[in-house]
């Protein structure tokens, strides 16, 4: 099991950036692919982005590709989304999330944080 921690969120201007850590304690974090994923008022938990263990694959989605970049720090159980260009529509509550390498849905999720764009 794993637990997940976000932190970095805020608000800022449109066009501006952040930087979203998440930080991992229990098993092995290398044991699992992270993803982050954001929900927004009336909306439904939407996919952003997911980097693979030792991070040779990452993957967007199209909302946020050429934006947003995913890493992570296995020395630090750490993962990241770098968020460039930010604008009002990325108004929403993130959060990480980790699959383990047996499964195939992500089963820990952190807490969330807010994040605000103003326009």
């Given at each position: 099991q794993v637990q997940l921690v976000e932190?970095?969120?805020?608000?800022?201007?449109?066009?501006?950036?952040?930087?979203?850590?998440c930080a991992a304690s229990g098993r092995t974090f290398s044991s699992y692919t992270m993803g982050w994923f954001r929900q927004a008022p009336g909306k439904?938990?939407?996919?952003?982005?997911s980097i693979s263990r030792y991070a040779g694959t990452t993957d967007y989605a199209d909302s946020v590709k050429g934006r947003f970049t995913i890493s992570r720090d296995n020395a630090k159980s750490t993962v990241y989304l770098q968020?460039?260009?930010?604008?009002p529509e990325d108004?929403?509550?993130?959060?990480?999330?980790?699959r383990w390498i047996g499964d195939n849905l992500?089963?820990?999720w952190g807490q969330g944080t807010q994040v605000t764009i103003s326009s």
């Open positions: 932190s970095g969120g805020g608000l800022v201007q449109a066009g501006g950036s952040l930087r979203l850590s439904e938990r939407e996919f952003l982005s968020m460039n260009s930010l604008e108004t929403a509550v993130y959060y990480c999330a980790a992500y089963k820990y």
